[in-house]
């Protein structure tokens, strides 16, 4: 069973950046295929934030463009995530997916079969 684990998270002000990183267990020959970063508030559906795929396509969604970051070091299965310019509405539980078999960095969340157990972001006003 692959494992995923975030770090990073924490509380900011408006205004403030963090960074999240992301690990994940070998594949055992498969992959590297994609990874992402989703995120979820309370009473919210999971959102999609930022992907990346095997070829270094990035995919980010509306509401974080121009604001995060995201990066990948396929050799050592990791995934990064600046966040600048944070806004209380970025306040949600951050979640890594990995799959080795996603050929795009979707940002739908059915698609990816390894999760972390999500890391917690608070940005206050």
């Known amino acids: 069973q692959v494992q995923v684990k975030e770090s990073g998270g924490g509380s900011v002000q408006t205004g403030g950046s963090l960074n999240l990183t992301c690990v994940h267990s070998p594949y055992d020959g498969r992959g590297p295929g994609a990874m992402a970063w989703f995120r979820q508030a309370p009473g919210k559906e999971r959102e999609g934030v930022a992907g990346?795929?095997?070829?270094?396509?990035?995919e980010y969604g509306d509401s974080v463009k121009g604001r995060f970051t995201v990066s990948r070091d396929i050799a050592k299965n990791m995934l990064f995530l600046q966040m600048n310019n944070l806004k209380p509405t970025d306040t949600a539980m951050y979640y890594c997916a990995a799959d080795p078999a996603l050929f795009r960095a979707v940002l739908v969340a059915r698609l990816y079969d390894y999760w972390g157990p999500g890391t917690q972001v608070t940005v206050s006003s």
């Open positions: 990346v795929d095997s070829y270094g396509n990035v």
